[in-house]
């Protein structure tokens, strides 16, 4: 697993960090200065929200889970297009890597 985030100091200390650690967990910090490292996982996001989660009211939390589940495997890696991807879903584009190999 990997962490992600900002240069915040709460995920900069070394105690935090340590813990991550301890769990097996990779942490990664953004560039000092780079907006853009967030970007991508942003835009993810901010896709899923507008699509799904503020689309619906969830009874449970459960439920949400399972349509996120869903959402993710069967529409955003097999049928989304993603314009960082050339236009083709993830599914695609590993299925184009793994052919050029």
């Not at 991508?40 to 889970?65: G, I, P, Y």
């Not at 955003?76 to 993603?82: G, I, L, P, S």
């Not at 314009?83 to 584009?93: K, T």
Request: overall charge positive; glycine content about 4%; aromatic content about 10%.
């Amino acid at each position: 697993m990997l962490h992600h985030s900002d240069r915040g100091s709460q995920y900069a200390s070394a105690d935090y960090r340590a813990r991550l650690a301890a769990q097996g967990i990779t942490c990664s910090l953004s560039r000092r200065g780079d907006c853009w490292d967030n970007a991508v996982v942003e835009s993810f996001f901010a896709t899923v929200k507008r699509e799904l989660v503020r689309k619906h009211r969830w009874a449970t939390r459960a439920s949400l889970l399972r349509a996120l589940a869903h959402c993710l495997d069967a529409w955003y890696n097999r049928e989304r297009r993603h314009s960082s991807l050339g236009y083709v879903s993830p599914m695609e584009y590993e299925q184009q890597l793994t052919r050029a190999a």
